[in-house]
């Protein structure tokens, strides 16, 4: 770079020294007053300061995010290791906000405090005489308050129990002789002679205690129940006499009288509770039922292992539970309602190839990073980090579903980045661009994005996946046209995708503030997903509209993906004497192929093949490989590989 020239990242490096040196002069001041009780004027220049936090801090931030916009294509120059640099700026910058945060805590006026000394001196707090009649006539209300309440109070306990006796009664099938009397007269002393009741639970599997509070306990164990806590872990006693924590999820309610019951006295049971309207087993048994089949995360959960945001990943298991959602089953070709022909595939006699087909909307779309993601806890081994893709109404999914790997290279584990450069050593499932296609008029149609981490636990070696949160992504405006080129950075919610509301991780806390400072460190802080959506170019649209209406795929496999169609519609339609005829067509790369996309591996080895080929052709080779005859040497090279 020619001296006295700069580039945006020069720019940006004299802004971060400037910020730096103006927010260390100012915190060196803030410690200065914050030390000195003496100082005249103190809680005027303390609000005074903390209002100069605010504005540095806003200042700072909007620093970081020109920081993070910059990209090496705007260097007027080659700069070396310029990723290297940004990243410095950015963690400059935000030890710059998390040092003013610390700050501002410290400086955060007392609202109440203020208001008390504000009626001070304008004497509206009255004399000490007046202040000690209003508060013995403030204490004598508040005790007819609480006496009242009181009695309201016994009212109720009493109306509950005799509910709970006549329940009791009911159940027990005892007759009473009915002296409502001596009943009534009575009662104060069965009240005095009443019990605790004991709780007792079942281990449902065997639980090694990792702390000194925690509870041991084998499978099948009697667990007494002394307390519980809000975070699922329960205080319980094990027959020994010995008590600690054990996860309530490890638990089941034990039926002491199991054993002697037979099965025709359970059904008896179960159908007059499933009848009884006092008990209301008909609307709650499938709840109870989905509360008793305890997951995989949700163990996770109640070791503390995963944020509480954190569930078992929606779409894989989606894809588990068949093959409606799979690439082979959208690139297939479907027939008519008839069943004479096929309703997503046809043949443009006049340039003797398969025929376009638009859509509503296509889209290409670029990850481009994963920011502030929750890490898991001990115990776990990381396998995999990758994003799940596909489309979806807020209710049901219409697309198949793919997947794109991340990488994680930042020390804190918090950042996944992506590959957007495609190159024959870079596999396809960690590239960073995929298309869409979309044709129907679904309201709240749009991209769902699922981040995903696969995992091993270090002590039973099971392995599993879950979600750290989804994005949806609308694909049309609110006017009906689709979304155009843009750059979009969008909060990740945690939760399932059909849950609104939910936190990836509550002590992160989304909720506004009256602090200004924290509300915008709180902002940056949120995890979020940063990707770029840009319209297809010429060369892509054609290949796009030879596929089906309703589609998602990996851009590296799009060449391919076209070639199958183009092969599709030249043995289905072109190449057949009689259209109506039902014989078998012998096609082993028809057949193959749809199965062969969900294969990464093997799709890498037909694309550098192709690529290779391509490379050691002439140009009059290439021309033809391309334009001519480009489905019938994929088809070669397929069946070489």
């Given at each position: 770079m020619p001296k006295g020239s700069s580039g945006p990242l020069k720019d940006a490096q004299d802004a971060v020294i400037v910020i730096k040196k103006k927010a260390e002069e100012l915190l060196s001041e803030c410690t200065c007053i914050l030390e000195d009780s003496t100082i005249?004027?103190?809680?005027?220049?303390?609000?005074?300061?903390?209002?100069?936090?605010?504005?540095?801090?806003?200042?700072?931030?909007?620093?970081?995010?020109?920081?993070?916009?910059?990209?090496?294509?705007?260097?007027?120059?080659?700069?070396?290791?310029?990723?290297?640099?940004?990243?410095?700026?950015?963690?400059?910058?935000?030890?710059?906000?998390?040092?003013?945060?610390?700050?501002?805590?410290?400086?955060?006026?007392?609202?109440?405090e203020d208001e008390y000394y504000k009626k001070v001196n304008n004497n509206e707090l009255g004399t000490d005489d007046e202040a000690?009649?209003?508060?013995?006539?403030?204490?004598?209300?508040?005790?007819?308050?609480?006496?009242?309440?009181?009695?309201?109070?016994?009212?109720?306990?009493?109306?509950?129990?005799?509910?709970?006796?006549?329940?009791?009664?009911?159940?027990?099938?005892?007759?009473?002789?009915?002296?409502?009397?001596n009943d009534e007269g009575g009662s104060g002393e069965n009240d005095d002679e009443?019990?605790?009741?004991?709780?007792?639970?079942?281990?449902?599997?065997?639980?090694?205690?990792?702390?000194?509070?925690?509870?041991?306990?084998?499978?099948?164990?009697?667990?007494?129940?002394?307390?519980?806590?809000?975070d699922g872990w329960w205080e319980c006693e094990d027959k020994d006499g010995k008590s600690g924590l054990v996860p309530s999820t490890y638990l089941q309610q034990y039926n002491k009288y199991k054993d002697i019951q037979t099965p025709e006295t359970e059904e008896d049971?179960?159908?007059?509770?499933?009848?009884?309207?006092?008990?209301?087993?008909?609307?709650?048994?499938?709840?109870?039922?989905?509360v008793k089949e305890t997951s995989a995360t949700d163990v996770l959960h109640a070791m503390g292992a995963l944020p509480s945001g954190f569930r078992a990943s929606t779409l894989s298991k989606i894809l588990q539970e068949g093959d409606d959602y799979t690439m082979v089953n959208f690139l297939s070709p479907k027939l008519s309602t008839s069943n004479l022909s096929y309703k997503d595939?046809?043949?443009?006699?006049?340039?003797?190839?398969?025929?376009?087909?638009?859509?509503?909307?296509?889209?290409?779309?670029?990850?481009?990073a994963c920011r502030q993601i929750p890490t898991p806890g001990t115990g776990l081994t990381i396998l995999s980090r990758h994003i799940r893709m596909c489309l979806f109404d807020g209710k049901k999914v219409l697309s198949n579903i793919i997947a794109l790997r991340a990488q994680c290279t930042d020390k804190e584990q918090r950042t996944w980045t992506f590959q957007s450069k495609l190159t024959d050593a870079l596999s396809s499932l960690d590239f960073s661009d995929f298309f869409i296609r979309c044709s129907g008029s679904e309201a709240n149609v749009g991209i769902l994005f699922e981040l995903c981490i696969s995992y091993k636990r270090q002590k039973t070696d099971e392995e599993s996946e879950f979600s750290c949160g989804w994005v949806h992504l609308p694909v049309f405006n609110e006017d009906g046209t689709p979304i155009a080129n843009k750059s979009f950075d969008l909060m990740v919610n945690g939760g399932t995708p059909y849950e609104k509301g939910v936190e990836v991780d509550p002590?992160?806390?989304?909720r506004a503030t009256s602090n200004p400072l924290k509300s915008l460190m709180s902002k940056n802080k949120q995890p979020r997903l940063v990707f770029k959506v840009a319209v297809p170019t010429k060369e892509q649209k054609d290949l796009l509209d030879t596929l089906p209406e309703v589609l998602i795929g990996n851009m590296a496999n799009l060449t391919h993906l076209s070639f199958y169609r183009q092969?599709?519609?030249?043995?289905?339609?072109?190449?057949?004497?009689?259209?109506?005829?039902?014989?078998?067509?012998?096609?082993?790369?028809?057949?193959?192929?749809?199965?062969?996309?969900?294969?990464?591996?093997?799709?890498?080895a037909v694309r550098v093949t192709w690529n290779e080929k391509v490379r050691i052709s002439k140009k009059a080779d290439k021309l033809y490989s391309w334009k001519s005859a480009s489905p019938h040497v994929l088809l070669m090279f397929f069946l070489i590989i």
């Amino acid at each position: 770079m020619p001296k006295g020239s700069s580039g945006p990242l020069k720019d940006a490096q004299d802004a971060v020294i400037v910020i730096k040196k103006k927010a260390e002069e100012l915190l060196s001041e803030c410690t200065c007053i914050l030390e000195d009780s003496t100082i005249d004027s103190r809680p005027s220049k303390l609000k005074d300061l903390y209002q100069r936090c605010v504005d540095t801090g806003k200042e700072t931030e909007e620093l970081l995010q020109t920081v993070e916009k910059l990209n090496k294509k705007n260097e007027s120059t080659k700069v070396k290791d310029f990723a290297g640099k940004k990243i410095n700026e950015i963690k400059s910058l935000q030890e710059v906000m998390d040092k003013l945060e610390i700050m501002g805590d410290k400086l955060e006026p007392d609202e109440v405090e203020d208001e008390y000394y504000k009626k001070v001196n304008n004497n509206e707090l009255g004399t000490d005489d007046e202040a000690t009649e209003e508060g013995e006539e403030s204490v004598e209300d508040e005790e007819d308050f609480y006496k009242d309440d009181d009695e309201e109070y016994e009212d109720e306990e009493d109306v509950e129990e005799e509910e709970e006796t006549e329940e009791e009664t009911e159940d027990e099938g005892v007759e009473t002789d009915g002296n409502e009397e001596n009943d009534e007269g009575g009662s104060g002393e069965n009240d005095d002679e009443k019990t605790p009741k004991i709780i007792q639970y079942q281990a449902l599997s065997a639980f090694d205690g990792e702390q000194e509070d925690d509870l041991s306990f084998a499978e099948g164990d009697i667990l007494t129940l002394i307390g519980i806590r809000e975070d699922g872990w329960w205080e319980c006693e094990d027959k020994d006499g010995k008590s600690g924590l054990v996860p309530s999820t490890y638990l089941q309610q034990y039926n002491k009288y199991k054993d002697i019951q037979t099965p025709e006295t359970e059904e008896d049971d179960d159908d007059d509770e499933m009848t009884s309207p006092r008990s209301g087993k008909v609307l709650w048994s499938s709840i109870k039922k989905a509360v008793k089949e305890t997951s995989a995360t949700d163990v996770l959960h109640a070791m503390g292992a995963l944020p509480s945001g954190f569930r078992a990943s929606t779409l894989s298991k989606i894809l588990q539970e068949g093959d409606d959602y799979t690439m082979v089953n959208f690139l297939s070709p479907k027939l008519s309602t008839s069943n004479l022909s096929y309703k997503d595939l046809f043949f443009n006699p006049t340039s003797n190839k398969i025929r376009s087909r638009p859509v509503r909307v296509q889209r290409v779309i670029t990850l481009q990073a994963c920011r502030q993601i929750p890490t898991p806890g001990t115990g776990l081994t990381i396998l995999s980090r990758h994003i799940r893709m596909c489309l979806f109404d807020g209710k049901k999914v219409l697309s198949n579903i793919i997947a794109l790997r991340a990488q994680c290279t930042d020390k804190e584990q918090r950042t996944w980045t992506f590959q957007s450069k495609l190159t024959d050593a870079l596999s396809s499932l960690d590239f960073s661009d995929f298309f869409i296609r979309c044709s129907g008029s679904e309201a709240n149609v749009g991209i769902l994005f699922e981040l995903c981490i696969s995992y091993k636990r270090q002590k039973t070696d099971e392995e599993s996946e879950f979600s750290c949160g989804w994005v949806h992504l609308p694909v049309f405006n609110e006017d009906g046209t689709p979304i155009a080129n843009k750059s979009f950075d969008l909060m990740v919610n945690g939760g399932t995708p059909y849950e609104k509301g939910v936190e990836v991780d509550p002590t992160i806390s989304r909720r506004a503030t009256s602090n200004p400072l924290k509300s915008l460190m709180s902002k940056n802080k949120q995890p979020r997903l940063v990707f770029k959506v840009a319209v297809p170019t010429k060369e892509q649209k054609d290949l796009l509209d030879t596929l089906p209406e309703v589609l998602i795929g990996n851009m590296a496999n799009l060449t391919h993906l076209s070639f199958y169609r183009q092969i599709l519609a030249d043995v289905l339609l072109r190449d057949k004497i009689e259209l109506n005829s039902t014989e078998l067509i012998h096609s082993p790369f028809l057949t193959s192929f749809p199965a062969v996309t969900e294969q990464p591996d093997l799709m890498d080895a037909v694309r550098v093949t192709w690529n290779e080929k391509v490379r050691i052709s002439k140009k009059a080779d290439k021309l033809y490989s391309w334009k001519s005859a480009s489905p019938h040497v994929l088809l070669m090279f397929f069946l070489i590989i």
